[in-house]
């Protein structure tokens, strides 16, 4: 008894950290020039940032274009952008679905819209978009990665959890990502019950 409570503290620890490492990992995009791809975002939905007189010139002249051009899917990135900037979650997610409805073989894209049904608490929905961007491209690795966390953080499949994290390792095998997802893993397995002497 005593040693299935030591493995289920080792785990939930493992999932703080992995929560904890991902949320230190991941920058917000930044807005320069020609950079209009989203990075994967994990603020708090409670955390609002009202837009500034700018921004909001900016989302009005965003719609104009989409009004004018409804698969204009430059203007739909931007939109998905602005609104995820202020943790406008569905808002974003309709606007990146109305991208990948133009370009749905986009693996970043993809794999905002996971982060944020996973911040709005459709983990199904979230694992559902992580997977179709690994699919779109064998060697994205930002996919896997979030797909492992949410596989072990959310839904609690360690098996599947570790087959997806071992599957980013060999697509990202160096970084400080790599090495802290490596270190989780090792505390997985070491934390696994052993079979008992003499036993086959």
Do not use: C
């Amino acid at each position: 008894m005593k040693k299935e409570t030591g493995i289920l503290v080792i785990l939930i620890a493992l999932v703080i950290g992995f929560v904890t490492g991902s949320t230190i990992a991941i920058l917000k995009r930044s807005e320069a020039p020609g950079n209009t791809t989203p990075s994967p975002i994990t603020r708090s939905p409670l955390q609002q940032e009202p837009p500034s007189i700018e921004d909001t010139e900016k989302l009005e002249e965003l719609k104009e274009d989409l009004r004018k051009d409804p698969k204009n899917s430059s203007a739909w990135l931007k939109h998905g952008n602005r609104y995820a900037d202020y943790n406008k979650y569905l808002e974003a997610v309709e606007a990146y679905n109305q991208y990948l409805a133009i370009k749905p073989d986009d693996p970043d894209v993809r794999t905002t819209v996971g982060v944020l049904l996973r911040n709005l608490g459709d983990i199904d929905g979230a694992i559902q978009e992580f997977r179709r961007a690994a699919r779109v491209s064998p060697r994205h690795s930002g996919s896997r990665y979030y797909l492992g966390i949410t596989l072990l953080h959310d839904k609690g499949d360690i098996k599947e959890a570790i087959k997806v994290l071992d599957e980013y390792l060999k697509v990202e095998p160096n970084g400080e990502r790599a090495d802290r997802v490596r270190a989780q893993l090792e505390k997985i397995n070491l934390s696994s019950p052993r079979p008992a002497q003499g036993s086959p």
